[in-house]
C-alpha cells in the first residue's frame, strides 16, 4: 500500500514494481484507514506530508487497529534526523527520502521480506493472481479506473464469443487497440485481422473492396479479392463504419446473415466465415433518425457493445498512462531518465483532451523532444 498524495509516485511504482507486488493507493490518510481496515498489506509505504494528516500519527493509528503489521516505511522530502527518529520510535522499520529511485525501493522490499510471513518473491506473486503489469497494461490498454478495468473484463468475455462486436468511443480513445485485443482472445487469432476506415473508401469503390470483384464487371474491371475474402476465417474490423454508404449496408446486412459474399459482377456466392467487429466515434442512433444508417444494421453490428470513455473522464489514468509512455521512450533512450514535474504532471491533469490518448502521446512526445534535460517541466507541456 502507496500512501501518498502525489500521483506521479504511484504511476512510477505501479509501472516499475509488478510482476512481484501489487500496488494499492491511497492518496490520502482517511482513505487509506479505510483501506487498510479491508486489506492486508505486506509493505505500507507512507508519506510523512499528507494533506490531512501527519504521516507519523497515521502511522501510530494503523498499529493500533491490528495485531498483526505489515512492515512500514515512511517517506519524506526532508532528511530530518528528529523526523526520522520519531518514525522508527513509532514503528517504521525504515526511511525514504524523496526524491527515491525504484531500485531503492526494490532493494528495501526485498531487504524486509523474511519480515513477511517468510514470503519470497515468487510466493508473493503466487498470492496476487491478478497481477499489477496485467491490471494496468493488458492488452496495450492502460489504467487503472474503473472503466478500464470493466473493458478489459469484457475483452475476455466478448473475444472467445462469436457474435459482432460494435465499439464505440471518441477519437483517439483506443477503438482499433481493443479490436485487435477482441481478435487475440478468439479462437480466430491464428487468422487474419483485416482492419479497414470506411471514411477512407470512395464510395464508388466501397463495394468492390469488401467484396470483391469479376473480370469484366464493369470498365477495366479485374478479378479481385475483396477485403470479406481476405478476412476468411478471421477477423474484419470496419472503422468508423457510420461513414458507410446506405447502398453497402444493405449487403452487408444480407453477408452478416448469410455468411456469403457475391463479388461485383459475379453471379454465384462464396460462403466465407467471417468475425466482424465495427467501431465509430457517431451517435447511431441519431444517424438512423436522420436515415443515414439502417437500424437493422445496427441491430446485427451491435451484439456486443463496448464503449470507451474519453479520457478527460477517467483522469485518474493520465498520470499512469504518461509514465507509462516516458517509460516506453527511456527504453529507447537508455541514457535518459525522463520524470515529470508536478507542475507538468498538473497541467496534463487539468486538460480537457478533445484528442484523447493519441493527443496526450503527441504531447509528450513534442515535451520529450524539446527537454534539455531528463526533467520535463510545465513549459514543455504545449497543446495546439
Given at each position: 500500500m502507496l500512501v501518498d498524495d502525489e500521483p506521479r509516485d504511484h504511476a512510477i511504482l505501479n509501472l516499475t514494481l509488478p510482476p512481484y507486488?501489487?500496488?494499492?493507493?491511497?492518496?490520502?490518510?482517511?482513505?487509506?484507514?479505510?483501506?487498510?481496515?479491508?486489506?492486508?498489506?505486506?509493505f505500507v509505504l507512507l508519506d510523512v506530508d499528507l494533506p490531512d494528516i501527519n504521516g507519523i500519527e497515521?502511522?501510530?493509528?494503523?498499529?493500533?487497529?491490528?495485531?498483526?503489521?505489515?512492515?512500514?516505511?515512511?517517506?519524506?522530502?526532508?532528511?530530518?534526523p528528529e523526523i526520522i527518529v520519531e518514525a522508527v520510535k513509532s514503528g517504521a522499520a525504515d526511511y525514504l527520502v524523496k526524491p527515491y529511485s525504484v531500485e531503492t525501493v526494490k532493494r528495501m522490499l526485498e531487504k524486509y521480506m523474511h519480515h513477511t510471513r517468510q514470503l519470497s518473491f515468487p510466493s508473493l506473486a503466487a498470492e496476487s493472481p491478478s497481477s499489477t503489469v496485467q491490471d494496468i497494461e493488458e492488452f496495450g490498454l492502460i489504467g487503472k479506473s474503473e472503466a478500464m478495468r470493466r473493458i478489459r473484463g469484457q475483452i475476455h468475455r466478448f473475444g472467445?464469443?462469436?457474435?459482432?462486436?460494435?465499439?464505440?468511443?471518441e477519437s483517439g480513445t483506443g477503438k482499433e487497440l481493443i479490436a485487435r485485443a477482441i481478435h487475440q482472445t478468439s479462437r480466430r487469432k491464428e487468422g487474419p485481422l483485416i482492419a479497414v476506415n470506411c471514411g477512407a473508401i470512395p464510395e464508388t469503390i466501397?463495394?468492390?473492396?469488401?467484396?470483391?470483384?469479376?473480370?469484366?464487371?464493369y470498365t477495366d474491371a479485374t478479378t479481385r479479392m475483396g477485403l470479406f475474402e481476405s478476412a476468411n476465417h478471421g477477423t474484419l474490423f470496419l472503422d468508423e463504419v457510420g461513414e458507410m454508404p446506405l447502398q453497402v449496408q444493405v449487403k452487408l446486412l444480407r453477408v452478416l446473415e448469410e455468411q456469403e459474399i457475391r463479388p461485383v459482377g459475379?453471379?454465384?456466392?462464396?460462403?466465407?466465415?467471417?468475425?466482424?467487429?465495427?467501431?465509430?466515434?457517431?451517435?447511431?442512433?441519431?444517424?438512423?433518425?436522420?436515415?443515414?444508417f439502417r437500424r437493422d444494421l445496427?441491430?446485427?453490428?451491435?451484439?456486443?457493445?463496448?464503449?470507451?470513455?474519453?479520457?478527460?473522464?477517467?483522469?485518474?489514468?493520465?498520470?499512469?498512462?504518461?509514465?507509462?509512455?516516458?517509460?516506453?521512450?527511456?527504453?529507447?533512450?537508455?541514457?535518459?531518465?525522463?520524470?515529470?514535474?508536478?507542475?507538468?504532471?498538473?497541467?496534463?491533469?487539468?486538460?480537457?483532451?478533445?484528442?484523447?490518448?493519441?493527443?496526450?502521446?503527441?504531447?509528450?512526445?513534442?515535451?520529450?523532444?524539446?527537454?534539455?534535460?531528463?526533467?520535463?517541466?510545465p513549459e514543455l507541456i504545449n497543446f495546439y
Open positions: 507486488f501489487e500496488l494499492y493507493s491511497c492518496y490520502t490518510g482517511q482513505e487509506a484507514l479505510s483501506a487498510y481496515e479491508q486489506k492486508t498489506p505486506h497515521l502511522l501510530k493509528l494503523f498499529r493500533r487497529n491490528k495485531t498483526e503489521n505489515p512492515v512500514f516505511i515512511m517517506v519524506s522530502g526532508y532528511d530530518d472467445p464469443a462469436e457474435g459482432t462486436v460494435l465499439i464505440t468511443g466501397f463495394e468492390t473492396e469488401l467484396f470483391g470483384s469479376q473480370q469484366g464487371a459475379s453471379s454465384r456466392g462464396k460462403k466465407i466465415d467471417v468475425r466482424v467487429i465495427s467501431a465509430t466515434n457517431q451517435d447511431l442512433s441519431t444517424a438512423i433518425e436522420m436515415g443515414r445496427y441491430y446485427r453490428l451491435n451484439v456486443f457493445r463496448i464503449t470507451i470513455p474519453p479520457l478527460r473522464e477517467r483522469k485518474e489514468d493520465i498520470p499512469l498512462l504518461a509514465y507509462y509512455l516516458l517509460h516506453t521512450q527511456n527504453r529507447s533512450l537508455p541514457a535518459t531518465n525522463l520524470c515529470l514535474k508536478d507542475q507538468a504532471l498538473k497541467k496534463l491533469l487539468d486538460h480537457p483532451w478533445p484528442g484523447n490518448v493519441r493527443e496526450l502521446k503527441n504531447v509528450l512526445e513534442r515535451a520529450i523532444y524539446l527537454a534539455e534535460t531528463p526533467d520535463i517541466g
